[in-house]
C-alpha cells in the first residue's frame, strides 16, 4: 500500500513538472497562496461563525436532555430506595418497586434518543461544514481564473499546497507572479464593513459525553 502511495504521489509530481514546463513554453506561470485566501476570506468568518452558532444551539439542546435524564436518574434512585424501604407496607413497597423499573426502561430510551442526536448533530455540522468549504473553494477558484487570466498566466499553482508525507510540493518561488494578495483584496472588496477579515476560523464542535444508564 505504501509502495502504491509513493508510485502515485511520484506520478503526481511528474504531472506537475510537465505542465508547469508545457506552460513555461507557451505563457506565464503565476502562484497563489490557497490556504491563504481561504482563510482570509470574509466569507470564511461569517460561515464559521453561522457554524459555530448552529453548534451552541445543538449543544443548549443536548444540555436540555442531559439535564431531564439526570433528572430522572435521580428519581430512579428514590424509587428503587423506597420499594425496599420496610416502612412502607409490602403493597406500597411493589408500587414503588414497578414505578422504578418503568423508570429505568425510559432511561434506557432516553440514553438511546441521546445517541442519536450527538451522531445526527455531529452529521449536521460535518455536512455544514462540507458545503461551507466546497462554496467558498469554488468562489475562491473563480477569482484565481479571472486573475490568471486577466495577467496571462498559462499556470497557477498552490505554493501553499502539500505532499500525502506533509511536506511542501513547491519547494521555491521567488514570488514574482504572485497573485495572492490582489485575488484576496477583489474576494474581500465586498465584504461588510463590521467583518474583520484578518480573523482566522475556529470552527467548535457539540459535545460528546454519553450518559450512562443506572443499573437495577
Do not use: H
Not at 111 to 137: G, S, V, W, Y
Amino acid at each position: 500500500m505504501t509502495k502504491l502511495i509513493k508510485l502515485v504521489l511520484i506520478a503526481c509530481l511528474l504531472t506537475l513538472v510537465l505542465a508547469a514546463s508545457s506552460a513555461s513554453a507557451q505563457g506565464r506561470i503565476g502562484t497563489v497562496d490557497l490556504k491563504r485566501l481561504f482563510d482570509n476570506y470574509w466569507k470564511t468568518k461569517q460561515a464559521d461563525a453561522a457554524l459555530k452558532d448552529r453548534a451552541a444551539d445543538l449543544e443548549k439542546e443536548f444540555k436540555a436532555m442531559m439535564e431531564d435524564y439526570n433528572k430522572g436518574k435521580e428519581d430512579y434512585k428514590t424509587l428503587a430506595a423506597a420499594s425496599s424501604d420496610l416502612v412502607m407496607s409490602e403493597t406500597e413497597r411493589e408500587r414503588k418497586k414497578t414505578e422504578a423499573e418503568d423508570k429505568l426502561r425510559s432511561l434506557k430510551e432516553q440514553e438511546e434518543t441521546i445517541a442519536k442526536f450527538q451522531n445526527q448533530a455531529r452529521t449536521t455540522l460535518d455536512e455544514q461544514r462540507r458545503r461551507m468549504r466546497d462554496n467558498i473553494l469554488g468562489e475562491v477558484r473563480k477569482a484565481v481564473d479571472g486573475k490568471a487570466k486577466t495577467a496571462n498566466y498559462s499556470l497557477v499553482v498552490d505554493v501553499a499546497a502539500e505532499t500525502v508525507n506533509n511536506t511542501p510540493v513547491i519547494l521555491y518561488t521567488n514570488g514574482e507572479n504572485d497573485i495572492t494578495e490582489s485575488v484576496l483584496s477583489q474576494l474581500n472588496a465586498s465584504a461588510p464593513p463590521e467583518t474583520t477579515v484578518s480573523d482566522k476560523p475556529a470552527i467548535t464542535k457539540p459535545a460528546t459525553s454519553k450518559p450512562a444508564v443506572p443499573k437495577k
